[in-house]
């Protein structure tokens, strides 16, 4: 089982305090949330993130950046691409258009996953908006030839009411990395609560993923102020989802 947790639950942190968290919990990646300059924290030198992170996956640097067919994005993507490469991370998150229909998409995100490509890294899509669908996003997949890789968020799907046997199933062979949390069904969709007390087993899914797909956490306390000071600090969190992984 490979493990990584996303910058978003510690957006307070620096970058070495970031790869100083990893490493003492004995994660296998992280993911790092870029800012609207393109930076983390301040950090947009290729050489300090490679020593910092050094024997640490960057799984993805994870962008704003959202794909249409209308949409210049091409020297932003290449930018980003290029600059994730000499970082050493795997790939690039984007976003494709809400508002469009998937076969819509499918020409901008073949050529912006070419655009990737040849900078070195991998074009992801989450399983988030009009993409939580799991049968859109096969579409999509196969309107592109599999150009690009998913990053499945596991309650995203469960939200649209798939099973998580069913959201695995078409994702087969496309799954970049997963995003965990956990939650509780209500009335009105899903509550977030405290890892292992929600609706959402962590071993269920990995029955169905290869091992050597990293199981990243997705803390999203920046987002949601109810998640805020439901842990002590970031190394109970990071401990917390360890155990809830076993």
Request: net charge negative.
């Amino acid at each position: 089982m490979k493990t990584a947790f996303s910058t978003l639950s510690c957006m307070d942190k620096t970058p070495s305090q970031v790869s100083d968290l990893a490493r003492r919990h004995g994660f296998d990646a992280v993911e790092i949330r870029l800012d609207g300059n393109g930076a983390f924290n301040g950090l947009s030198d290729p050489r300090i993130f490679r020593d910092l992170f050094s024997g640490i996956g960057i799984l993805s640097f994870n962008t704003g950046i959202t794909v249409t067919p209308d949409a210049d994005v091409i020297e932003e993507l290449k930018k980003t691409a290029s600059f994730a490469a000499s970082c050493g991370a795997g790939g690039i998150r984007i976003f494709a258009d809400p508002c469009c229909e998937v076969r819509s998409i499918a020409g901008a995100i073949a050529e912006s996953s070419a655009v990737a490509n040849r900078e070195g890294v991998k074009l992801l899509i989450e399983t988030h908006g009009e993409l939580t669908s799991t049968p859109d996003m096969r579409s999509l997949i196969e309107l592109t030839d599999g150009s690009f890789g998913v990053i499945w968020d596991v309650l995203h799907t469960l939200e649209t009411g798939e099973p998580i046997a069913e959201s695995a199933t078409n994702l087969k062979g496309a799954i970049a990395h997963v995003h965990l949390k956990d939650a509780v069904k209500t009335g009105g969709g899903y509550r977030m609560t405290k890892l292992g007390e929600g609706d959402v087993d962590p071993t269920s899914v990995r029955e169905f993923i290869d091992g050597d797909v990293p199981l990243s956490l997705e803390w999203e306390e920046f987002w949601h102020e109810e998640l805020r000071g439901i842990y002590r600090s970031s190394d109970d969190l990071l401990d917390s989802y360890l155990d809830w992984l076993k």
